[in-house]
Nanobody, 127 residues
Framework: QVLLEESGGGLVQPGGSLRLSCVAS????????MGWFRQAPGKEREFVAA????????KYADSVKGRFTISRDNAKNSVNLEMNSLEPEDTAVYFC????????????????????WGQGTQVIVSS
């Protein structure tokens, strides 16, 4: 079993930055791709960014490309999401997810391919 815990959410003004972190515990050796998803009020959860186990492959949703950066530190069992130039449309609960199978270079972008999920951290972008 893998447990994921997110942190770093909060209230930020438009144009500002936040850094989200997710730390994994448990059977962390079984983690392959990791990702971030978000769910805005009244909307379905959507893909934000993902990174392979090796860290060499990343993918972003078009809405965040160029503004968000995903990274991971396997030694610390963590994945981070650096968010810059935040917009009110980025307001959502952000979830960390881990895939427990695959290859070191594989990546996933859909919910059903991830096996473990965190509880989420709230991000509010407002003036």
């Amino acid at each position: 079993q893998v447990l994921l815990e997110e942190s770093g959410g909060g209230l930020v003004q438009p144009g500002g930055s936040l850094r989200l972190s997710c730390v994994a515990s448990g059977r962390t050796f079984s983690i392959y791709a990791m990702g971030w998803f978000r769910q805005a009020p009244g909307k379905e959860r959507e893909f934000v960014a993902a990174i392979s186990r090796s860290g060499g492959n990343t993918k972003y949703a078009d809405s965040v490309k160029g503004r968000f950066t995903i990274s991971r530190d396997n030694a610390k069992n963590s994945v981070n999401l650096e968010m810059n130039s935040l917009e009110p449309e980025d307001t959502a609960v952000y979830f960390c997810a881990a895939r427990l199978s695959g290859f070191s270079t594989s990546i996933a972008t859909t919910e059903e391919r991830f096996d473990s999920w965190g509880q989420g951290t709230q991000v509010i972008v407002s003036s």
